[in-house]
């Protein structure tokens, strides 16, 4: 063991609540809070968070702490005795393959090497192989695009997994995920406010996460802290989830599983909803009246017709119009009388006479599904500059269909 190592073991101790160390006056403790996995309904994992206390006994804060250091060597230093008491602590109590997710501050991960060599020696001496640990990497205005690239290939070329940490606010972007590809991305518990607090973001939210899939990284969903926002994680379809709500930090990891308390009723009430699409809710009507139209329109050739008519009469209905099977527009759109008006900006986009709608999802799922009508999910219209959502159905010759579109007002409040 080098002389970097050796100094850090040296500066730890163990007595009945288990291993903590010492910098100057303050004594290090170790708390670990449970990562859920929602679909294995267990604990698959903690974070590894330090619990410090001064000379008086008085609770310090990580950020206190840390703000103590006097130069880069003392907080190498200081970041590896958190992590040598973690690892102590974690090996002594769990009890199944669960991983350690350990934090590492953003100046040590790029230039913690420069002080010899330490994670490896340590984990060998606990007994912990590096794929049971995941390294959190705060994505931050501390690390350039180079810098936090080298810091992940250092973890992972040691067998780690690699977590992208508070991902949603400050330097956030995903120009970093494609660089860097972690194993891991932790939404930060803004993200989750904001879904709580807004429409629009609890729609998006689903779609981040599945953003975040195609790149090829796990989400894991933090801060949560009571059942409405467990539901949020789980209708969002992230894997992991972190959070109060679930288990405090404790010194001693706290097992859960689907017979907890917690995830058991979780689950129960998951089971009892019954989500359904916005246009279940509010567009019966029109998807009742939708494949009259069509057989209507295919029988005269226009969309002047009565049936027509009647869906234009209908509340929230804004415009209808024709898309061929190449997926142009045919003629104008039929605009409802009393819509809404269209916002003055978005002007030159009004008019979709002969406009080419074959990358439109509603036009493509209609070819795929002859004379069944679908159903968009809410979207900014560009021709009245407001969400819509779109209906529509496919009719006519099978090998040549058209599609006839409906374009209704989405308030967000629904």
């Known amino acids: 063991m080098n002389a970097a190592a050796q ?7 163990t007595d009945a609540q288990g291993t903590c160390g010492q910098h100057h006056e303050f004594t290090l403790r170790s708390a670990f809070q449970p990562i859920v996995s929602l679909a294995h309904c267990r604990t698959v994992g903690y974070e590894a968070l330090v619990r410090t206390t001064d000379s008086n ?8 702490l840390f703000d103590t250091v006097a130069d880069a060597a003392e907080l190498v230093h200081l970041d590896r005795l958190c992590r040598a008491v973690h690892t102590h602590n974690f090996v002594r109590h769990a009890r199944n393959d669960s991983w350690l997710f350990l934090n590492v501050h953003p100046i040590v991960s790029v230039n913690g090497r420069l002080y010899g060599s330490f994670f490896e020696e340590l984990l060998a001496t606990v007994g912990l192989p590096p794929e049971r640990i995941v390294i959190e990497i705060l994505e931050g205005d501390m690390l350039d695009d180079q810098q936090l690239t080298s810091a992940v290939s250092f973890y992972r070329e040691r067998g780690c997994l690699v977590a992208l940490d508070d991902f949603g606010i400050g330097h956030s972007n995903f120009g970093r995920i494609w660089q860097v590809k972690p194993h891991i991305v932790k939404l930060d ?3 989750l406010i904001f879904a709580r607090q807004d429409a629009t973001a609890r729609r998006v939210l689903p779609r981040l996460v599945k953003l975040l899939h195609e790149a090829g990284c796990i ?3 933090e801060g949560i802290e009571d059942e409405y926002e467990a539901m949020l994680a789980m209708e969002s379809d992230a894997e992991l989830a972190q959070g109060y709500y679930f288990a405090r930090p404790a010194p001693v990891p706290t097992e859960l599983d689907a017979t907890s308390p917690t995830i058991h009723t979780l689950f129960d009430h998951y089971r009892d909803r019954k989500p359904q699409l916005p246009q279940d809710n509010h567009h019966a009507a029109h998807i009742r009246l939708l494949p009259a139209a069509a057989a209507a329109v295919a029988a005269s050739t226009t969309l002047h017709c009565p049936a027509v008519d009647r869906l234009l009469q209908l509340a929230q209905v804004e415009r209808c119009y024709l898309i061929d099977h190449e997926g142009r527009q045919i003629g104008a759109s ?10 003055p900006r978005f002007r030159p986009l009004e008019n979709a006479s002969d406009a080419i709608w074959m990358r439109r999802s509603y036009w493509r799922r209609a070819l795929h599904h002859f004379g069944e009508v679908q159903a968009t999910r809410p979207y900014l219209s560009a021709s009245s500059g407001a969400l819509c959502v779109t209906l529509s159905i496919s009719f006519g010759n099978r090998e040549q269909p058209t599609v006839l579109c409906l374009d209704l007002s989405h308030d967000d409040s629904q």
């Open 334 to 343: 039929r605009i409802a009388a009393g819509q809404r008006a269209n916002d």
């Open 57 to 64: 006994g008085v609770a310090v804060a990580p950020p206190a």
């Open 189 to 191: 518990r803004s993200t």
């Open 219 to 221: 989400v894991l969903i």
């Open 7 to 13: 100094h850090i073991l040296h500066a730890l101790r």
